[in-house]
């Protein structure tokens, strides 16, 4: 009964340039489910027998009331074939917003031919009056349903939020109205080329799909062109087609403008969550990644508290009683030497003097004594790394710029370690002829950089006499150590030998 009263309602304002009752049966044959196709089609009917009873219709006639009664089985069919292969939807989006248009532009020109055939006088179809009258009928009924199905579409989808209502309500009242009232004004006041002030609705049209989407497209559209349409009613069809292309262009382009504005506002407030999500992740990754360095940190520090301590008591209970072995020795040497057994003396002197050696080297190897007696510096030019190099018959070369003494004991003992394995493996397996070393230490802002550069003119890693699991081992524990410390770890190979680069980032507060 609703959709009879509104289908007579708008049967009575209904214009040459549009056909409103058209849009109302687009629409809610699209909005409404199958199975109340057959209560609308039958209240269309019963409201056209009403409106030809009751002589309301201008054009009258049986005639004119059989026209009429096939069109909603028309529209209807046509738009179960359409929803079977490319169905239209009014959610708004710019694909279904094109899909829909082309769904209108079908059926209004299905149901156009249908009321044509029915209602012309019979002729060639092809005729020039014939084409005419087509064409007017299919951008009226088009027209009516550009206008009418999106407010019904959005009547009953209603609103995102309450701040976009308030917002267009806002604009409805500062800019809708005042331009509407202003657009009627010049028609019904008659001024020279006041047709054309038509083209205002297009912008107010435009105005509301750019600030409130489709939506509000469908709205301005209704509201501005609905008494322009009303008014333009003139009696030659030249100027009533040129009405209508106007009106189907500007809703077809606002309709398709607030659609692409929606789906862009959409995807904005999607990338914005999405990068709140990866900010938040990124944020938590950052915290996990300085979580991992300082418990790295403490285990490099840690390690080198447990090899201090190994040292410790190496030097003080091996060392002393390797010490204590050698004094007795010398003091039952005269003895054994008397009893002929002068040899084993010796031989005993030389077992323990081998022993205090490799005590030595253990005890540098857990915790170097140029470093902790002479600094970074000091260990690096001087000392068993030098040493090492020269007793090898290489050349070794270091060059050191800034202040070393400014980086605190987990990185001075990290370069020291790291200068060492290289010098170790490049002794035992390059066959180089240089080895060089070149540390820098500068402040920017906050922080110390420190950048690490170890080379040599070796054969590198391939032909290397070591097995691949034990140099890897080796490059292992430094990239272990730097990484421990938040630093990056790039070892390179070339013609020219083996290059190990090491950049790591020291707070200042920590130095």
């Not at 550009?146 to 407010?151: A, C, D, E, G, T």
């Not at 004004?185 to 205002?200: C, E, K, T």
């Not at 809703?251 to 904005?268: E, F, H």
């Amino acid at each position: 009964m609703g959709y009879a009263l509104a289908w007579l309602g708008l049967s009575g304002i209904s214009r040459p340039l549009l056909d409103l009752p058209a849009g109302l049966r687009f629409g809610a044959l699209l909005l409404a489910p199958k199975r109340l196709w057959p209560w609308l089609i039958a209240a269309e009917w019963s409201a056209v027998v009403l409106l030809h009873m009751t002589n309301l219709h201008p054009a009258g006639g049986i005639s004119a009331m059989l026209s009429m009664l096939p069109q909603p089985l028309v529209a209807g069919l046509l738009l179960l074939l359409l929803q079977r292969h490319a169905p239209p939807d009014a959610t708004g989006r710019p694909e279904r917003t094109a899909r829909l248009l082309l769904a209108a532009l079908a059926v209004a020109g299905g149901v156009s031919l249908l009321n044509a055939a029915l209602t012309l006088p019979v002729g060639p179809l092809y005729s020039g009056a014939f084409l005419q009258a087509l064409a007017r009928l299919t951008l009226g009924n088009f027209v009516g349903i550009v206008l009418l199905s999106p407010l019904l579409a959005v009547v009953f989808s209603g609103w995102p939020d309450a701040a976009r209502v308030q917002a267009l309500m806002h604009d409805l009242v500062l800019v809708l109205l005042p331009a509407t009232s202003l657009l009627l004004l010049l028609l019904i006041g008659r001024f020279p080329l006041a047709r054309y002030a038509l083209g205002l609705s297009l912008v107010v049209a435009l105005f509301f799909a750019f600030r409130h989407g489709w939506r509000g497209a469908s709205l301005a559209l209704f509201v501005a062109s609905l008494p322009v349409s009303l008014l333009l009613a003139p009696a030659d069809h030249a100027s009533a087609t040129e009405g209508q292309l106007f009106l189907a262009i500007a809703g077809t382009g606002a309709l398709l403008l607030g659609s692409s504005t929606d789906a862009l506002r959409q995807t904005c407030v999607s990338l914005a969550l999405q990068n709140a999500r990866l900010a938040n992740v990124t944020q938590r990754l950052d915290q996990l990644a300085r979580q991992l360095e300082g418990a790295a940190r403490r285990n490099l520090r840690e390690e080198e508290g447990e090899r201090k301590r190994i040292a410790a008591e190496l030097h003080d209970e091996l060392g002393q009683n390797l010490t204590a072995i050698q004094i007795r020795v010398k003091i039952a040497q005269t003895r054994l030497e008397s009893a002929g057994l002068g040899d084993v003396a010796a031989s005993i002197n030389d077992i323990v003097a081998t022993m205090r050696r490799s005590v030595r080297g253990l005890l540098e190897s857990l915790r170097p004594a140029a470093l902790n007696e002479f600094g970074l510096t000091s260990a690096l030019t001087e000392g068993p790394l030098r040493e090492l190099i020269r007793s090898a018959g290489m050349d070794y070369r270091v060059a050191i710029h800034g202040n070393a003494r400014s980086l605190d004991e987990a990185m001075r003992v990290t370069i020291y370690r790291i200068v060492q394995e290289a010098a170790t493996n490049c002794v035992r397996h390059a066959r180089a002829r240089r080895f060089g070393v070149r540390l820098r230490v500068g402040r920017r802002h906050d922080e110390w950089l420190i950048l690490l550069d170890v080379r040599d003119d070796g054969v590198g890693l391939v032909g290397s006499g070591e097995s691949p699991l034990a140099l890897g081992r080796g490059l292992t524990g430094m990239r272990e150590r730097v990484l421990a410390l938040g630093g990056t770890f790039r070892l390179t190979q070339g013609s020219q030998g083996l290059r190990l680069r090491i950049l790591i980032r020291q707070p200042h507060s920590i130095a």
